[in-house]
Protein backbone atom coordinates (compact mmCIF):
# COMPACT_ATOMS: atom_id res chain seq x y z
CA UNK A 1 0.00 0.00 0.00
CA UNK A 2 2.84 2.38 0.80
CA UNK A 3 4.72 1.70 -2.47
CA UNK A 4 1.32 2.79 -4.45
CA UNK A 5 1.20 5.85 -2.72
CA UNK A 6 4.52 6.59 -3.41
CA UNK A 7 4.24 6.16 -7.20
CA UNK A 8 1.28 8.20 -7.45
CA UNK A 9 2.92 10.89 -5.10
CA UNK A 10 6.01 10.74 -7.00
CA UNK A 11 4.74 12.63 -10.45
CA UNK A 12 2.59 15.14 -8.44
CA UNK A 13 6.00 16.57 -6.80
CA UNK A 14 7.81 16.56 -9.99
CA UNK A 15 5.23 18.08 -12.32
CA UNK A 16 4.84 20.34 -8.85
CA UNK A 17 8.71 21.12 -8.90
CA UNK A 18 9.17 21.64 -12.48
CA UNK A 19 6.29 24.41 -12.77
CA UNK A 20 7.94 26.36 -10.60
CA UNK A 21 11.14 26.20 -11.79
CA UNK A 22 9.75 27.31 -15.18
CA UNK A 23 7.04 30.10 -13.63
CA UNK A 24 10.07 32.43 -14.19
CA UNK A 25 10.03 31.95 -18.20
CA UNK A 26 6.82 33.86 -18.88
CA UNK A 27 7.81 36.97 -19.74
CA UNK A 28 11.42 36.65 -22.37
CA UNK A 29 13.09 40.18 -23.01
CA UNK A 30 13.06 40.28 -26.85
CA UNK A 31 14.35 42.93 -29.64
CA UNK A 32 12.60 43.19 -32.93
CA UNK A 33 15.80 43.53 -35.37
CA UNK A 34 14.47 43.87 -39.11
CA UNK A 35 11.27 41.96 -37.94
CA UNK A 36 12.89 39.10 -36.16
CA UNK A 37 12.76 38.87 -32.58
CA UNK A 38 16.26 38.05 -30.82
CA UNK A 39 17.28 37.08 -27.39
CA UNK A 40 18.32 40.35 -25.62
CA UNK A 41 20.64 38.87 -23.79
CA UNK A 42 22.23 38.25 -27.53
CA UNK A 43 22.86 41.34 -28.24
CA UNK A 44 24.12 42.39 -24.92
CA UNK A 45 27.06 39.48 -25.43
CA UNK A 46 27.78 40.80 -28.24
CA UNK A 47 28.33 44.09 -27.18
CA UNK A 48 30.16 42.88 -24.20
CA UNK A 49 32.90 41.43 -26.46
CA UNK A 50 32.91 44.54 -28.94
CA UNK A 51 33.79 46.75 -26.21
CA UNK A 52 36.11 43.94 -24.77
CA UNK A 53 37.98 44.20 -27.92
CA UNK A 54 38.28 48.22 -27.93
CA UNK A 55 39.18 48.15 -24.49
CA UNK A 56 42.23 45.74 -25.31
CA UNK A 57 43.04 48.05 -28.37
CA UNK A 58 42.86 51.09 -25.97
CA UNK A 59 45.27 49.28 -23.28
CA UNK A 60 47.55 48.39 -26.04
CA UNK A 61 47.61 51.66 -27.76
CA UNK A 62 48.59 53.25 -23.68
CA UNK A 63 51.30 50.53 -23.27
CA UNK A 64 49.42 48.86 -20.50
CA UNK A 65 48.67 45.51 -21.97
CA UNK A 66 52.12 44.31 -21.04
CA UNK A 67 51.42 44.62 -17.44
CA UNK A 68 47.86 43.09 -17.51
CA UNK A 69 48.02 39.96 -15.09
CA UNK A 70 46.61 36.69 -16.55
CA UNK A 71 45.23 37.60 -19.79
CA UNK A 72 42.89 34.35 -19.87
CA UNK A 73 41.00 35.42 -16.79
CA UNK A 74 41.21 39.65 -17.43
CA UNK A 75 39.80 39.90 -20.88
CA UNK A 76 37.20 37.46 -20.05
CA UNK A 77 36.22 39.16 -16.80
CA UNK A 78 35.86 42.41 -18.89
CA UNK A 79 33.68 41.27 -21.45
CA UNK A 80 31.06 39.81 -18.73
CA UNK A 81 32.11 43.01 -17.04
CA UNK A 82 30.49 44.75 -20.37
CA UNK A 83 27.97 42.90 -21.23
CA UNK A 84 26.28 42.85 -17.35
CA UNK A 85 26.49 46.98 -17.73
CA UNK A 86 24.72 46.35 -20.98
CA UNK A 87 22.06 44.02 -19.82
CA UNK A 88 21.79 46.97 -17.06
CA UNK A 89 22.07 49.92 -18.89
CA UNK A 90 19.15 49.44 -21.79
CA UNK A 91 17.10 46.76 -19.95
CA UNK A 92 17.51 47.71 -16.47
CA UNK A 93 17.77 44.25 -15.54
Known sequence: ?????TQTGLPTVQV???SAALSG???????NL???FF????LCVVVGIVLTLVGRRALTAA?????IGPRGL???ALALAFTLA???????G
Open 39 to 42: PSWM
Open 86 to 92: TWVIFFH
Open 34 to 36: LGA
Open 16 to 18: IAA
Open 63 to 67: GLEPW
Open 25 to 31: CERVPSI
Open 1 to 5: MSTNA
Open 74 to 76: VYP
